[in-house]
């Protein structure tokens, strides 16, 4: 007889979980990972989630080479940031935001690009950065109109916008999971 | 709903002499407050359970650290959402199963032919961990051999269960009646007597 028969169901699972807890440890980084999640917000300020598409009872389909689409707005009194989360065939997923100053009022934007436009003041003189888990910080460029464009990996993202004065606002983290919502 | 006793002693960090607010027994509040003693217990408290739960899953060790690092940042900045600081633990298992699954679906999608050595064979091939862990035992090396061979959803279950994460919150994560979860931890456990050789 083997010294483990008659092992009663809750002995077992004892027994095991401490098997996959000895055969398989979590790295030792993943703590320190952990913990700064705490953090990585630490000195910001928290801009509201305004809009978020997920929330719609149908979901929204954006351009022809765009498979699925979800749009988020954070933003105070002073900003805000539109992202749509665009994710192609080919898996990619894709931030397309604006940023605009809500004190600045619309204004016209005439750029051969875009065309001709009316649009809410642009913010583009902001440094924008994109912070995910287990992934360092990305500033990403931003155009005059307050219009960036980046394409990330990962499940979830926030992003920090620094304004010229020092201000440091920052969205929450949001899913790129378009089906987590 | 039938609550466990808490806290739930699914990690290292536990003091059980300690006194605990029965109402928040992690300290969810001041963790998500920035205290950080409090968010240092709950990692000690849950780190490895949601390792293990990624692994369950089915994911390599690389997605499954993804996946950990994603929901202690979700924690951070959804955590005010969990209205009953009790069901931390049901809220980390869903919401750590939703992100790997979510992965298993990408490396699915992006290398098809994986598909079904993760449907098969459960997890991938185990790797080594740090070289300074400790050596298993042959029978834990079964027993772990063996519970990689089981249904993912025995897998699922299991990981739950060894947590002492409240039936309420097990049937909730795993969409399955509460009545029988008891069963299909008794036929999870026989499968794994059978495959693992450990009699019974």
């Given at each position: 007889?083997?010294?483990v028969?008659g ?8 027994r095991?979980?401490e098997?996959?807890?000895?055969t ?12 700064r999640?705490?953090?990585?917000d630490?000195?910001?300020e928290?801009m ?6 997920a929330a719609?009872?149908v979901?929204?389909m ?5 498979v699925t ?7 105070d009194?002073?900003l805000?940031?539109e992202?749509s989360?665009t994710?192609d065939?080919?898996g990619?997923?894709?931030l ?6 809500n ?8 750029d051969p690009?875009?065309?001709v ?16 888990p ?6 990403v460029p ?11 990996e ?8 620094v304004?010229?004065e020092?201000?440091r606002?920052?969205t929450?983290i949001?899913?790129?999971d378009?089906d987590a919502? | 709903?039938?609550l ?6 699914v ?6 002499g300690?006194m ?12 998500l407050?920035?205290d ?8 000690d ?6 390792w293990?739960?990624?692994?369950s899953?089915?994911?390599?060790r690389?997605?499954?650290e993804?996946?950990?690092?994603t929901v ?7 955590g005010r959402?969990i ?5 931390l633990?049901g ?8 992100y790997?699954?979510t992965?298993s679906?990408r ?12 449907a098969?064979r459960?997890?991938?091939?185990v790797?080594a961990?740090p ?8 029978l834990?090396?079964r027993l772990?051999?063996g519970?990689?061979?089981l249904?993912?959803r025995?897998r699922?279950l299991?990981?739950?269960?060894w947590?002492d ?9 795993l ?16 499968e ?8 019974g």
């Amino acid at each position: 007889m083997s010294v483990v028969d008659g092992w009663k169901d809750d002995e077992l699972l004892d027994r095991v979980h401490e098997a996959v807890r000895i055969t398989d440890p979590p790295p030792v980084r993943l703590r320190d990972a952990a913990m700064r999640a705490l953090t990585w917000d630490h000195e910001l300020e928290a801009m509201q989630l305004l809009y978020d598409s997920a929330a719609e009872p149908v979901g929204v389909m954006r351009g022809a080479a765009a498979v699925t689409a979800r749009d988020l707005t954070f933003g105070d009194e002073e900003l805000s940031v539109e992202i749509s989360i665009t994710e192609d065939e080919g898996g990619a997923t894709t931030l397309d935001g604006m940023i605009s100053d809500n004190t600045m009022g619309d204004r016209v934007i005439d750029d051969p690009t875009v065309g001709v436009e009316v649009a809410d003041g642009s913010a583009g003189d902001v440094d924008v950065v994109i912070v995910q888990p287990n992934r360092p910080k990305r500033q990403v460029p931003v155009d005059e109109h307050g219009r960036f464009l980046v394409t990330v990996e990962g499940m979830v993202a926030g992003i920090v916008i620094v304004r010229p004065e020092g201000r440091r606002l920052a969205t929450g983290i949001f899913s790129l999971d378009l089906d987590a919502g | 709903m039938t609550l466990k006793c808490y806290p739930l002693v699914v990690g290292a960090g536990y003091d059980a002499g300690a006194m605990h607010d029965p109402v928040d027994p992690w300290s969810l509040q001041a963790a998500l407050d920035g205290d950080a003693e409090a968010w240092a217990r709950l990692v000690d408290e849950f780190g490895d359970t949601i390792w293990h739960w990624a692994r369950s899953q089915g994911l390599g060790r690389e997605d499954a650290e993804d996946v950990a690092q994603t929901v202690w940042y979700l924690l951070k900045d959804k955590g005010r959402s969990i209205e009953d600081p009790r069901r931390l633990p049901g809220w980390l298992a869903t919401t750590t199963r939703r992100y790997a699954q979510t992965v298993s679906k990408r490396r699915i999608r992006d290398s098809p032919e994986a598909a079904g050595d993760m449907a098969e064979r459960g997890l991938p091939e185990v790797d080594a961990g740090p070289a300074d862990s400790v050596v298993a035992s042959d029978l834990q090396r079964r027993l772990r051999e063996g519970y990689d061979t089981l249904r993912p959803r025995c897998r699922e279950l299991l990981s739950l269960l060894w947590s002492d994460v409240p039936y309420a919150e097990v049937a909730e994560t795993l969409g399955m009646a509460i009545g029988s979860i008891g069963e299909t931890r008794r036929r999870c456990l026989d499968e794994l007597r059978r495959v693992a050789n450990v009699g019974g």
